[in-house]
């Protein structure tokens, strides 16, 4: 398994000053469209997704309004767990074979320990996770809000 942090963190999503949900839109409908337009040796290309996306925690809703209510410059972070072929049979994962299922959710219990060290699990932000098998293999896509919330007041987290 390979783990990559993408070096996008905010898109302003136009000229306003104040953000607003929607405009994070195009961040979880990347994560979960079941096509995307996509640049591929410098031409634009639609990429449909068979089995489409599958989200396995968290709400694209939620997640889009914790960022936009964030003050901060970088207001989130996205990440991806990439498995070899050989490391998770996609079509047992997607028939929902409970050990292999069991190995993604070991696999993002370790993830989001080592993002959030120390943090209890009530003051961190919900995450928008979700898979992506059509490339033949298990992709796990991660998006979190850089906040954290001990006693409900949100703090800046890298």
């Not at 694209?60 to 998770?88: C, G, M, N």
Request: positive net charge.
């Amino acid at each position: 398994m390979l783990i990559g942090f993408s070096h996008h963190h905010d898109n302003k999503g136009g000229a306003e000053t104040t953000p607003r949900a929607d405009q994070y839109r195009p961040l979880t409908d990347y994560f979960d469209a079941p096509c995307v337009t996509k640049t591929i040796n410098g031409a634009r290309v639609r990429v449909d997704r068979d089995p489409v996306p599958e989200i396995l925690h968290g709400r694209a809703d939620v997640l889009r309004r914790q960022i936009a209510a964030l003050p901060y410059q970088r207001k989130y972070r996205v990440a991806v767990l990439s498995f070899e072929e050989t490391d998770i049979d996609v079509t047992g994962f997607n028939k929902g074979d409970p050990r292999l299922r069991g190995q993604v959710d070991q696999s993002l219990r370790l993830f989001f320990e080592a993002v959030w060290p120390g943090i209890p699990t009530d003051a961190r932000p919900m995450p928008y996770v979700t898979t992506h098998t059509h490339t033949g293999r298990v992709e796990v896509n991660i998006a979190h809000p850089r906040a954290v919330y001990p006693a409900g007041r949100a703090y800046s987290h890298n």
